[in-house]
């Protein structure tokens, strides 16, 4: 593992501030996260790599340290955020990684730069319109653990009004939630996500980033349409989240899909197997 620090800094891209983490040299790797974590679940992926990659994960906004907008949460207009960023920065092209709602973010962009994407790694979701929308349904076997969620943040008003002064009770479900480790979220880590999502306007974004699902799904099925991704696509889950279903869902969006599925973590690989992630991306992108 390299010991080089992270560093951070930030960009004006898009009308706004971006924050984002760099560390390591060499091929650029850009890292997107989930909700409701930002940039900082990546610190351990990060550094296991920064021996031969650079590595880049940036705050999507509304999320860790870049601004909170008022809009914008589709992850078609969030894939332009990071097409104005990556502008600034002109890595060239580079290793792609979603996770949870960053896959969406990284299809849309991978749709619409495909030449600017060598590979693409996407962990841990079904984009809405291709498997996402099962979720959203209500069943006769959901339970304390099932995707509830999905329905409920689709109205952010209803969901901020319960939610509010809950926030530290909200994470500790989410982060216990389809876990192998309850205990994968380190307790530093926990307290700077609450720390950044009791922020003002911290909730109602990351709520936001739900209740965009429809224009979400309308804009998959538009990318979908122009044509299967070319590049080479994993998709990646842990045993005790998606599986082999994130590789599922892919295949009607990708040519050339494979599948890793990480033993011993849930819903948060890079939390719980850090090396493992790591290790598996190494070994997609060396190929």
Same mark, same amino acid.
């Given at each position: 593992?390299?010991?080089?620090?992270?560093?951070?800094?930030?960009?004006?891209?898009?009308?706004?501030?971006?924050?984002?983490?760099?560390?390591?040299?060499?091929?650029?790797?850009?890292?997107?996260?989930?909700?409701?974590?930002?940039?900082?679940?990546?610190?351990?992926?990060?550094?296991?790599?920064?021996?031969?990659?650079?590595?880049?994960?940036?705050?999507?906004?509304?999320?860790?340290?870049?601004?909170?907008?008022?809009?914008?949460?589709?992850?078609?207009?969030?894939?332009?955020?990071?097409?104005?960023?990556?502008?600034?920065?002109?890595?060239?092209?580079?290793?792609?990684?979603?996770?949870?709602?960053?896959?969406?973010? /990284?299809?849309?962009?991978?749709?619409?730069?495909?030449?600017?994407?060598?590979?693409?790694?996407?962990?841990?979701? /079904?984009?809405?319109?291709?498997?996402?929308?099962?979720?959203?349904?209500?069943?006769?076997?959901?339970?304390?653990?099932?995707?509830?969620?999905?329905?409920?943040?689709?109205?952010?008003?209803? /969901? $901020?009004?319960?939610?509010?002064?809950?926030?530290?009770?909200?994470?500790?479900?989410?982060?216990?939630?389809?876990?192998?480790?309850? $205990?994968?979220?380190?307790?530093?880590?926990?307290? $700077?996500?609450?720390?950044?999502?009791?922020?003002?306007?911290?909730?109602?974004?990351?709520?936001?980033?739900?209740?965009?699902?429809?224009?979400?799904?309308?804009?998959?099925?538009?990318?979908?349409?122009?044509?299967?991704?070319?590049?080479?696509?994993?998709?990646?889950?842990?045993?005790?989240?998606?599986?082999?279903?994130? /590789?599922?869902?892919?295949?009607?969006?990708?040519?050339?899909?494979?599948?890793?599925?990480?033993?011993?973590?849930?819903?948060?690989?890079?939390?719980?197997?850090?090396?493992?992630?790591?290790?598996?991306?190494?070994?997609?992108?060396?190929?």
């Amino acid at each position: 593992m390299n010991s080089a620090a992270i560093q951070h800094d930030k960009i004006r891209a898009n009308g706004m501030e971006m924050h984002y983490r760099f560390t390591g040299q060499g091929e650029p790797i850009v890292l997107l996260h989930g909700w409701p974590q930002h940039s900082l679940m990546w610190n351990r992926v990060m550094a296991e790599l920064a021996d031969q990659y650079l590595l880049i994960a940036p705050d999507m906004r509304g999320a860790g340290g870049s601004s909170i907008t008022a809009g914008g949460y589709d992850k078609r207009t969030m894939a332009r955020d990071l097409r104005a960023f990556l502008e600034k920065l002109n890595p060239g092209p580079i290793f792609l990684v979603g996770y949870d709602h960053g896959v969406g973010v /990284a299809y849309q962009y991978a749709g619409a730069h495909p030449s600017d994407v060598r590979r693409l790694a996407l962990a841990e979701y /079904a984009l809405p319109g291709f498997g996402y929308e099962a979720k959203l349904t209500p069943s006769r076997d959901w339970d304390v653990s099932s995707s509830w969620q999905l329905s409920f943040f689709t109205q952010p008003d209803v /969901a $901020e009004l319960f939610i509010r002064g809950k926030e530290r009770e909200l994470l500790s479900w989410f982060f216990w939630k389809m876990s192998a480790n309850p $205990e994968g979220v380190s307790g530093d880590d926990f307290e $700077e996500y609450v720390r950044q999502i009791i922020k003002p306007g911290a909730l109602r974004a990351g709520l936001n980033y739900y209740a965009a699902v429809w224009q979400d799904m309308d804009d998959h099925a538009e990318t979908a349409r122009l044509g299967k991704l070319m590049m080479p696509v994993m998709g990646i889950g842990g045993r005790w989240g998606f599986a082999e279903k994130t /590789a599922e869902h892919l295949k009607a969006l990708a040519e050339n899909v494979s599948e890793t599925v990480i033993e011993r973590a849930g819903h948060w690989p890079a939390d719980e197997s850090p090396k493992e992630f790591a290790r598996v991306l190494r070994d997609f992108f060396i190929k």
